[in-house]
């Protein structure tokens, strides 16, 4: 059997060019790429940059391109909906139904004006919110240490990079200290990479295997480095990847629910307007008026107002959200906010205050020892990763920052997540020491050796229980413990490394405090009735982390420890992902597998963090949240950003989420229900009338106004109730709605034509009267629709909904007594027949009150 050669082994003569290229990056002393690039270590000057900017551009490497205006506009014509009122409208004007093509047009320019208005506004409104929370670099400007935005960085920039940053370009590396990168971004594997400032292999067949290259869109894990930047925006290795990608857009469930709803109205509209148009034209003999008939009526049925309602409601949202210090960069995620019914997040800055304090500092039995305190002092100022809020707690004590004129720091190797340790190397009259801080049992593998009361003793399995009990007793009084270790160094060298962290003394421990925040128990009860269960996913110990949960009111059902997932199968990680509230020890890919598990039992998962480790989980999760103060990694991952970590700014997002949700259903279901009722009454009318129930432009005119009386459903109040629930996307809720509730529609209209037939009311008399009570009944349903409860006395529609539904059901009844009724074929009623109408249309109201009661019973109406 023949297999095609796999097209991504085959190198593109682009591809070997720009390997050439990047290979002589790579291979050139530093020097001349400082002679090539006029920089120095020193960097550029501000000056420099600026004049850079205009040769090279902005660094952003996938933004889309922006359209101009009146390409977008066009764009707009481009949605399933718009193109069928185009397809009628032209086969209308083509039959030389001029009128009411003009009107079908008119239709469809109102309804892509006012949706690209509404677009262009949210755009240009959300370009503002995310310009917020954009992420910056360190570099060097002018010989100082300077924080820029990732997009003003131009080739020739010396950048600084520690445990955290994004690579905010392609890079050459200069200098390195353990630095590992994440460049699944670029590769798809999520094993860190060790990078260094020389080229160990020169066999490339890739540019990503390049040792001291350093790509844009990759991340640093642990380390630092200083680099020069060699190209920006799309000419990096994932700018060229984003010329590719940028127009693939991931879908959300939201998404995916109005494109099946799009299509399951469009699919019923062909089908009946088959039927309608084959009906007409047998019974009428009249082809080109049957046509004309039908085409109107699949007009009725296109909910051509839907992208308008769903860009107001999502930029409204968004807008409002924004007010609450939640920014939203994705819209669409909006719904997914609202329809989350799980979050998962750590405890600290959530739970807690993020304020770590250094409560203690011990020997092994836990007694106060000033050695400990300045050993970790030590280890925590000469480190020059991503200082986390334990050692900023640790610097607090600036007491002892004089004594660290006395050191001079030699080496340092930084924290990563498998070690979970860190070491710096520095050195007193002429003697090194090695001092290590991190998790105790990771400390303790290291340790041969303890210090107690100033001697030295070894350690043997008889002293571990004890000094194991220790740390216990610290965690289950609510404390934080860090281990430090140390020995004396007597081989001098210029580079230490991970090896080095053996046969340590264990010193003693830091135990560190962060109070639960204040009104935090109110805000977890308030999630709990907001259907959010909440589940902590740490990286910190079970009973320091079961100690806050149980003060903050936490309902635990269970914890697992990270090192008791590893083995799991899917299935049992599935099970144990939702029998346990606490998930402790855990490294960032089980973070990810904890939130697959809980999707994969139809959960809508969201995940609040802020760290290196939590970027894998942040993107996996159906809403990834994270916090301005958040690492590059992190930020750029989230599709909501909160301007401060807290739960009730989390809780305020829920709620607008739900608010957005329910006034686009609310459309849907109006639209659904109405529009298919519209379908049923003029095929069952055509059998058994002489001529046509309402003429084609009438029709459209009925449709064009019920439209206009929608647009303000963004507006509308919402229930207190109805967000109290998690909302996902539910199509099969939204058929059962259609099929039962557009029928009475239907009853109803049948009502009105035996009551017209009965009082044998002339032609012009039968179309103004079904016009009428079409607008009215379709147009004022919205009350009952809108709410599960009895309108007006239990729940009021919004004063802009009012007012538009009123006006325009007058301005319906003013267009049949006015001239410009005469030429659509309408006359003025008399009163008698206003009265007919008004005692359908309340009927009609009363019995939908009545099924939507006993359906809610059923199916949960909201």
Same mark, same amino acid.
């Given at each position: 059997?023949?297999?095609?050669?796999?097209?991504?082994?085959?190198?593109?003569?682009?591809?070997?060019?720009?390997?050439?290229?990047?290979?002589?990056?790579?291979?050139?002393?530093?020097?001349?790429?400082?002679?090539?690039?006029? !920089?120095?270590?020193?960097?550029?000057?501000?000056?420099?940059?600026?004049?850079?900017?205009? *040769?090279?551009?902005?660094?952003?490497?996938?933004?889309?391109?922006?359209?101009?205006?009146?390409?977008?506009?066009?764009?707009?014509?481009?949605?399933?909906?718009?193109?069928?009122?185009?397809?009628?409208?032209?086969?209308?004007?083509?039959?030389?139904?001029?009128?009411?093509?003009?009107?079908?047009?008119?239709?469809?320019?109102?309804?892509?004006?006012?949706?690209?208005?509404?677009?262009?506004?949210?755009?240009?409104?959300?370009?503002?919110?995310?310009?917020?929370?954009?992420?910056?670099?360190?570099?060097?400007?002018?010989?100082?240490?300077?924080?820029?935005?990732?997009?003003?960085?131009?080739?020739?920039?010396?950048?600084?990079?520690?445990?955290?940053?994004?690579?905010?370009?392609?890079?050459?590396?200069? !200098?390195?200290?353990?630095?590992?990168?994440?460049?699944?971004?670029?590769?798809?594997?999520?094993?860190?990479?060790?990078?260094?400032?020389?080229?160990?292999?020169?066999?490339?067949?890739?540019?990503?295997?390049?040792?001291?290259?350093?790509?844009?869109?990759?991340?640093?894990?642990?380390?630092?480095?200083?680099?020069?930047?060699?190209?920006?925006?799309?000419?990096?290795?994932?700018?060229?990847?984003?010329?590719?990608?940028?127009?693939?857009?991931?879908?959300?469930?939201?998404?995916?629910?109005?494109?099946?709803?799009?299509?399951?109205? *469009?699919?019923?509209?062909?089908?009946?307007?088959?039927?309608?148009?084959?009906?007409?034209?047998? !019974?009428?003999?009249?082809?080109?008026?049957?046509?004309?008939?039908?085409?109107?009526?699949?007009?009725?049925?296109?909910?051509?107002?839907?992208?308008?309602?769903?860009?107001?409601?999502?930029?409204?949202?968004?807008?409002?959200?924004?007010?609450?210090?939640?920014?939203?960069?994705?819209?669409?995620?909006?719904?997914?906010?609202?329809?989350?019914?799980?979050?998962?997040?750590?405890?600290?800055?959530?739970?807690?205050?993020?304020?770590?304090?250094?409560?203690?500092?011990?020997?092994?039995?836990?007694?106060?020892?000033?050695?400990?305190?300045?050993?970790?002092?030590?280890?925590?100022?000469?480190?020059?990763?991503?200082?986390?809020?334990?050692?900023?707690?640790?610097?607090?004590?600036?007491?002892?920052?004089?004594?660290?004129?006395?050191?001079?720091?030699?080496?340092?190797?930084?924290?990563?997540?498998?070690?979970?340790?860190?070491?710096?190397?520095?050195?007193?009259?002429?003697?090194?020491?090695?001092?290590?801080?991190?998790?105790?049992?990771?400390?303790?593998?290291?340790?041969?050796?303890?210090?107690?009361?100033?001697? &030295?003793?070894?350690?043997?399995?008889?002293?571990?229980?004890?000094?194991?009990?220790?740390?216990?007793?610290?965690?289950?009084?609510?404390?934080?413990?860090?281990?430090?270790?140390?020995?004396?160094?007597? !081989?001098?060298?210029?580079?230490?490394?991970?090896?080095?962290?053996?046969?340590?003394?264990?010193?003693?421990?830091?135990?560190?405090?962060?109070?639960?925040?204040?009104?935090?128990?109110?805000?977890?009860?308030?999630?709990?009735?907001?259907?959010?269960?909440?589940?902590?996913?740490?990286?910190?110990?079970?009973?320091?982390?079961?100690?806050?949960?149980?003060?903050?009111?936490?309902?635990?059902?269970?914890?697992?420890?990270?090192?008791?997932?590893?083995?799991?199968?899917?299935?049992?990680?599935?099970?144990?992902? &939702?029998?346990?509230?606490?998930?402790?020890?855990?490294?960032?890919?089980?973070?990810?597998?904890?939130?697959?598990?809980?999707?994969?039992?139809?959960?809508?998962?969201?995940?609040?963090?802020?760290?290196?480790?939590?970027?894998?989980?942040?993107?996996?999760?159906?809403?990834?949240?994270?916090?301005?103060?958040?690492?590059?990694?992190?930020?750029?991952?989230?599709?909501?950003?909160?301007?401060?970590?807290?739960?009730?700014?989390?809780?305020?997002?829920?709620?607008?989420?739900?608010?957005?949700?329910?006034? *686009?259903?609310?459309?849907?279901?109006?639209?659904?229900?109405?529009?298919?009722?519209?379908?049923?009454?003029?095929?069952?009318?055509?059998?058994?009338?002489?001529?046509?129930?309402?003429?084609? *432009?009438?029709?459209?005119?009925?449709?064009?106004?019920?439209?206009?009386?929608?647009?303000?459903?963004?507006?509308?109040?919402?229930?207190?109730?109805?967000?109290?629930?998690?909302?996902?996307?539910?199509?099969?809720?939204?058929?059962?709605?259609?099929?039962?509730?557009?029928?009475?529609?239907?009853?109803?209209?049948?009502?009105?034509?035996?009551?017209?037939?009965?009082?044998?009311?002339?032609?012009?008399?039968?179309?103004?009267?079904?016009?009428?009570?079409?607008?009215?009944?379709?147009?004022?349903?919205?009350?009952?629709?809108?709410?599960?409860?009895?309108?007006?006395?239990?729940?009021?529609?919004?004063?802009?909904?009012?007012?538009?539904?009123?006006? &325009?059901?007058?301005?319906?009844?003013?267009?049949?007594?006015?001239?410009?009724?005469?030429?659509?074929?309408?006359?003025?009623?008399?009163?008698?027949?206003?009265?007919?109408?008004?005692?359908?249309?309340?009927?009609?109201?009363?019995?939908?009150?009545?099924?939507?009661?006993?359906?809610?019973?059923?199916?949960?109406?909201?």
């Amino acid at each position: 059997m023949f297999v095609a050669p796999v097209a991504a082994k085959k190198i593109s003569q682009n591809q070997k060019a720009k390997l050439l290229e990047y290979k002589e990056y790579s291979t050139a002393p530093i020097k001349y790429l400082y002679e090539r690039f006029n !920089t120095s270590l020193k960097g550029l000057s501000q000056e420099e940059a600026e004049e850079r900017i205009d *040769i090279y551009g902005y660094n952003e490497p996938a933004r889309k391109k922006k359209k101009n205006v009146a390409l977008k506009f066009l764009f707009t014509f481009l949605n399933p909906l718009v193109i069928v009122l185009l397809i009628i409208a032209s086969a209308s004007l083509f039959l030389d139904n001029k009128i009411g093509s003009y009107l079908i047009y008119l239709m469809a320019f109102v309804s892509v004006t006012l949706t690209f208005s509404q677009e262009f506004k949210a755009d240009r409104e959300s370009t503002k919110l995310i310009e917020m929370v954009s992420s910056t670099a360190t570099i060097y400007r002018s010989n100082k240490l300077t924080e820029v935005k990732i997009k003003e960085i131009v080739p020739g920039d010396i950048v600084y990079l520690s445990a955290g940053d994004m690579i905010p370009a392609d890079l050459r590396l200069i !200098t390195c200290k353990d630095l590992f990168i994440n460049q699944a971004s670029l590769t798809g594997e999520s094993f860190p990479i060790e990078k260094y400032p020389s080229l160990n292999n020169e066999n490339l067949k890739s540019i990503i295997e390049l040792d001291n290259i350093l790509f844009m869109g990759s991340s640093v894990l642990t380390g630092t480095a200083l680099a020069l930047v060699i190209q920006t925006g799309l000419k990096t290795q994932f700018g060229d990847l984003a010329q590719r990608i940028v127009k693939i857009r991931t879908e959300t469930s939201f998404d995916k629910g109005i494109k099946k709803y799009t299509w399951l109205m *469009i699919r019923l509209m062909l089908v009946l307007v088959v039927i309608i148009f084959a009906i007409n034209a047998i !019974t009428k003999n009249n082809i080109l008026e049957a046509l004309f008939f039908a085409l109107a009526v699949a007009i009725g049925m296109t909910p051509e107002m839907l992208p308008l309602l769903v860009a107001i409601n999502l930029s409204k949202g968004a807008i409002s959200m924004s007010r609450k210090k939640v920014i939203v960069k994705r819209l669409n995620s909006i719904q997914n906010f609202g329809a989350m019914n799980i979050l998962c997040t750590d405890k600290t800055g959530t739970l807690t205050m993020d304020k770590i304090v250094l409560e203690r500092h011990c020997d092994i039995k836990g007694e106060e020892d000033e050695e400990v305190l300045k050993f970790t002092y030590l280890n925590s100022y000469y480190q020059t990763g991503l200082k986390n809020l334990l050692d900023r707690a640790i610097l607090d004590h600036e007491e002892l920052e004089n004594e660290m004129l006395n050191f001079r720091k030699i080496d340092e190797m930084p924290f990563d997540f498998s070690r979970k340790i860190m070491s710096v190397v520095v050195e007193k009259d002429n003697k090194r020491l090695l001092i290590t801080k991190g998790r105790p049992e990771e400390i303790f593998k290291r340790c041969s050796k303890y210090e107690y009361d100033g001697k &030295i003793y070894k350690v043997s399995e008889k002293i571990w229980p004890e000094l194991k009990n220790q740390v216990e007793k610290l965690n289950s009084e609510g404390f934080r413990t860090v281990a430090i270790g140390y020995k004396d160094i007597n !081989t001098i060298k210029d580079v230490y490394s991970k090896e080095d962290e053996e046969n340590l003394i264990l010193k003693g421990y830091i135990a560190f405090l962060d109070p639960p925040k204040p009104g935090v128990r109110e805000t977890l009860k308030l999630l709990n009735e907001l259907g959010i269960e909440l589940k902590i996913l740490t990286g910190d110990n079970a009973l320091v982390t079961k100690n806050i949960c149980d003060y903050v009111g936490i309902n635990i059902k269970g914890s697992i420890a990270g090192d008791n997932i590893d083995d799991l199968t899917d299935e049992e990680i599935k099970k144990v992902a &939702i029998e346990n509230t606490i998930f402790t020890r855990l490294t960032p890919i089980q973070k990810e597998r904890v939130i697959r598990a809980l999707q994969a039992g139809n959960n809508i998962v969201g995940f609040l963090g802020d760290g290196i480790n939590d970027a894998p989980a942040l993107k996996v999760a159906d809403v990834g949240i994270s916090v301005n103060n958040a690492v590059d990694i992190a930020k750029e991952t989230a599709d909501i950003i909160l301007l401060e970590k807290s739960l009730s700014a989390l809780e305020d997002g829920v709620i607008e989420g739900r608010r957005v949700f329910g006034n *686009i259903v609310k459309y849907i279901k109006m639209g659904s229900s109405s529009n298919f009722g519209n379908m049923i009454s003029p095929t069952i009318a055509s059998i058994f009338l002489k001529f046509l129930p309402m003429l084609p *432009i009438q029709i459209l005119l009925n449709n064009f106004l019920y439209d206009l009386s929608q647009i303000s459903i963004p507006t509308d109040n919402i229930d207190p109730d109805y967000i109290k629930k998690p909302k996902p996307w539910d199509i099969q809720f939204i058929k059962k709605f259609m099929f039962i509730f557009g029928p009475i529609s239907s009853v109803f209209d049948l009502i009105t034509f035996g009551v017209l037939i009965l009082l044998k009311a002339p032609q012009d008399v039968f179309h103004t009267v079904w016009f009428l009570e079409s607008l009215t009944t379709q147009t004022l349903v919205i009350y009952i629709i809108r709410t599960h409860k009895i309108p007006f006395l239990q729940s009021r529609p919004s004063r802009p909904l009012l007012l538009t539904t009123l006006l &325009i059901v007058g301005a319906g009844y003013a267009i049949t007594y006015s001239s410009l009724g005469k030429h659509m074929g309408f006359v003025g009623l008399p009163v008698y027949y206003i009265g007919i109408i008004a005692g359908v249309v309340i009927c009609y109201l009363i019995t939908v009150q009545i099924v939507k009661n006993l359906f809610s019973r059923k199916y949960s109406y909201d």
